[in-house]
């Protein structure tokens, strides 16, 4: 149990983030003891700032030849996913409500996670250096491509977004502190190591108190009241059949590839993957002001458990059959 508990501890946070977020929503809302519309951005520039100290140039520059693997990976993340949200959208599109829609599209265009598909490819015996280079990249890039799918998608809703300050705001909460991390990482790269899991630790941290705040203003803003536990129950099952069809297209996609085994382990463990550590502060800068944050993030709090979760069956399966 107790083994469990330390290896599923942000999972039960998520949970007791929003449980908190209902019983005391006053403090966490916009205005509040918390001031949270204030300490929510810190908490972004922290976790880009420990991704920039802790992303190693060397493991990156290595995996750089892989290119067949950079164009199947980058393509699903941001393109081919993409694309297949929106076929998911529009033929479940009486079930979901707006602010699912938006939230299904928005956990489409993110980038990959880095540690877990990275971890998950060491495991099976992948291209781990392919796995930290297009997760990398992946995680860079995302910093501009994910608000500009999120503006076109915006846009096609009859709702305009101010892009050009948008892009501003994350150069400068999320892209400078990377820069400024990786700057400092020559000097520090010995102490910053020795340190990777105390900054792990902090950065869900401060991603369980944005997700805290994102649901202290729903409650606050009575997006609940309307939506209730249906909301949540159509986001779960959305997410499952989304994660299905993902995992679908990106095996399809390895097999039309022909890739070896290292390589077809890092697109099946970078493809699919979507990043709560980005996402969460993201979602917090692109919508900001929006009632309804809390559902929009619904479908990427779901969909992170469950790639959890079969990530690490498909570990297990994979190891075995190579046994």
Not at 109 to 129: C, D, E, H, K, Q
Request: net charge positive.
């Amino acid at each position: 149990m107790k083994e469990w508990l330390k290896n599923n501890w942000f999972i039960l946070g998520l949970l007791a983030a929003v449980f908190f977020a209902w019983l005391f929503p006053d403090p966490g809302a916009r205005g509040g003891m918390l001031q949270s519309e204030n300490t929510t951005r810190l908490g972004v520039v922290l976790i880009f700032f420990f991704q920039g100290l802790t992303l190693s140039p060397a493991a990156i520059k290595s995996g750089l030849m892989q290119w067949r693997l950079h164009v199947f990976v980058q393509a699903f993340i941001f393109l081919i996913i993409p694309l297949a949200a929106l076929a998911m959208i529009l033929a479940s599109y009486p079930v979901l409500s707006q602010d699912l829609r938006t939230g299904f599209f928005f956990l489409a265009v993110l980038p990959t996670t880095i540690a877990t598909s990275v971890a998950y490819t060491f495991m099976t015996r992948g291209n781990v250096a392919g796995a930290v280079f297009n997760s990398s990249l992946a995680n860079v890039a995302g910093i501009l491509i994910t608000p500009l799918w999120v503006s076109v998608w915006l846009q096609a809703g009859g709702v305009s977004l101010p892009l050009g300050q948008l892009l501003l705001d994350i150069s400068m909460l999320l892209l400078a502190p990377l820069l400024v991390g990786q700057l400092l990482r020559p000097l520090t790269y010995r102490l910053v190591d020795a340190l990777k899991k105390p900054f792990s630790i902090t950065s869900s941290l401060i991603i369980l108190f944005i997700v805290y705040a994102a649901f202290c203003n729903s409650w606050k803003d009575g997006i609940w009241e309307q939506e209730g536990a249906v909301a949540a129950l159509i986001a779960g099952a959305g997410s499952v059949v989304f994660l299905a069809l993902v995992l679908g297209l990106v095996v399809l996609g390895i097999r039309l590839f022909h890739f070896d085994h290292q390589n077809a382990m890092a697109a099946l463990f970078c493809a699919p993957q979507k990043t709560m550590a980005a996402g969460v502060p993201m979602a917090n800068l692109i919508f900001e002001h929006h009632p309804a944050l809390g559902l929009i993030l619904l479908p990427l709090m779901f969909y992170h458990l469950l790639q959890l979760l079969v990530g690490g069956v498909l570990v297990s399966r994979i190891n075995a059959a190579r046994q």
